[in-house]
T-cell receptor, first 118, second 114 residues
Framework: GAVVSQHPSWVICKSGTSVKIECRSLDFQATTMFWYRQFPKQSLMLMATSNEGSKATYEQGVEKDKFLINHASLTLSTLTVTSAHPEDSSFYIC??????????????FGPGTRLTVL | AQTVTQSQPEMSVQEAETVTLSCTYDTSENNYYLFWYKQPPSRQMILVIRQEAYKQQNAMENRFSVNFQKAAKSFSLKISDSQLGDTAMYFCAFMNTNAGKSTFGDGTTLTVKP
């Protein structure tokens, strides 16, 4: 099946620094990738939709200058949390839209990145 | 806008028994996909089963099957012969076929008891 990787799996940083999270589709090309944020025992909250070669589309309430998204190629999207603060601490998950071996349209998820801002 | 509702925050089932998780959704679209994802303690989202809205036949994947009622906008998941490894949070999701955006329910935490 399709595999999506995320790096790093966890990161601890000081308040005011920036953190970059990478999301890669390893064995398929993803024209669209999505970034989610998840708090403990809660659902996934869509932050933005990332299309290769174009600007990301952010959901209402998500600060685009705070969460910079770049989708440079069909297999790589990055999320940069700029000037991170403790309230940005969360679990960030990316997903990539691709086709199953049977040709079905599906989202495949990365393993997530746990961000802790001190 | 689409909404997805999972009315059961927590459920439990005895090992080897059958359990059904409910999900309802609201949309004005005719073409879409529905999914059930499993999120174990590792927090990796795992696709359990998918259903295309245009298909009348209910999807099945081994011990997992769905009851898709399009008119009622209902999409329940049945897990047969429950195993300890099925313990996880389960999310129902609606996917728009054009934009590919998914809307998730709040999740149901399932505990399989030995």
């Amino acid at each position: 099946g399709a595999v999506v990787s995320q790096h790093p799996s966890w990161v601890i940083c000081k308040s005011g620094t920036s953190v970059k999270i990478e999301c890669r589709s390893l064995d398929f090309q993803a024209t669209t990738m999505f970034w989610y944020r998840q708090f403990p025992k809660q659902s996934l909250m869509l932050m933005a939709t990332s299309n290769e070669g174009s600007k990301a589309t952010y959901e209402q309430g998500v600060e685009k200058d705070k969460f910079l998204i770049n989708h440079a190629s069909l297999t790589l999207s990055t999320l940069t949390v700029t000037s991170a603060h403790p309230e940005d601490s969360s679990f960030y998950i990316c997903s990539a839209r691709g086709l199953t071996s049977g040709g079905s349209d599906t989202q495949y998820f990365g393993p997530g990145t746990r961000l802790t801002v001190l | 806008a689409q909404t997805v509702t999972q009315s059961q925050p927590e459920m439990s089932v005895q090992e080897a028994e059958t359990v059904t998780l409910s999900c309802t959704y609201d949309t004005s679209e005719n073409n879409y996909y529905l999914f059930w994802y499993k999120q174990p303690p590792s927090r990796q989202m795992i696709l359990v089963i998918r259903q295309e809205a245009y298909k009348q036949q209910n999807a099945m994947e081994n011990r997992f099957s769905v009851n898709f009622q399009k008119a009622a906008k209902s999409f329940s998941l049945k897990i047969s012969d429950s195993q300890l490894g099925d313990t996880a949070m389960y999310f129902c999701a609606f996917m728009n076929t054009n934009a590919g955006k998914s809307t998730f329910g709040d999740g149901t935490t399932l505990t399989v008891k030995p």
